[in-house]
């Protein structure tokens, strides 16, 4: 008997030090804990792409956090027809520069070189290209992996910009892929 009671008393000690939030966890806990795990609190955002460095290339993309990321949804125009696009997560949500250049580097929290998403080593921020049909318009359905929408953890893209690009990412070149002019400049804002 005394070692059964002994045996639950351990375990009751053990589970009482998880790291695990659980619902009977106050609210505040349980966001702290989604903070320091850059789980994203938010459930969705938008982001309202404007035309930079003289292009004529907008549009409004959705994101919602899925799997291991955020995904982003929508329609750009204005794009060259037939072409190829790049489409990055950058680390300044400020797209003031007329070249949208005050939207910073390539957000890149965990110092990685440029790469392609589901293929090894890539910035947080880095994405599949972008392709514009006939009519110079692009459906978007494209993921950033590694990240978290809200919460403000070291992964955290809300508040940051999103920018479409003059050329196909290369997927190669150090440090943006070779991609070109910033044709176009928006915000992540989340939707309250």
């Known amino acids: 008997m005394k070692t059964a009671v002994l045996s639950a008393a351990a375990l009751l000690a053990l589970s009482a030090c998880s790291t695990t939030p659980s619902a009977s966890m106050p609210t505040s806990t349980r966001a702290s804990t989604a903070v320091a795990a850059g789980v994203s609190t ?10 930079a ?21 929508g329609e750009i125009g204005g794009l060259a027809r037939n072409s190829g696009h790049a489409i990055h997560v950058h680390e300044t949500g400020d797209c003031s520069a007329v070249d949208a ?50 919460g403000g953890g070291a992964g955290d893209i809300a508040g940051r910009a999103v920018i479409v690009h003059a050329a196909a990412d290369d997927y190669r070149s150090q440090p943006a892929g070779n991609a070109g002019a910033r044709l176009a400049c928006g915000i992540i804002e989340i939707v309250r």
């Open 53 to 73: 460095s003289g292009s004529l290339v907008s549009g409004t993309l959705r994101a919602r956090p899925m799997g291991d990321g955020v995904h982003f949804t």
């Open 101 to 150: 250049s005050s939207a910073g580097e390539h957000f890149n929290p965990r110092l990685k070189p440029h790469g392609k998403v589901g293929t090894g080593a890539h910035h947080a921020g880095d994405m599949d290209n972008l392709v514009a049909n006939a009519q110079g318009v692009a459906q978007v359905n494209v993921h950033a992996s590694g990240v978290s929408l809200g």
């Open 42 to 51: 938010a459930s969705a955002a938008t982001v309202r792409l404007a035309s």
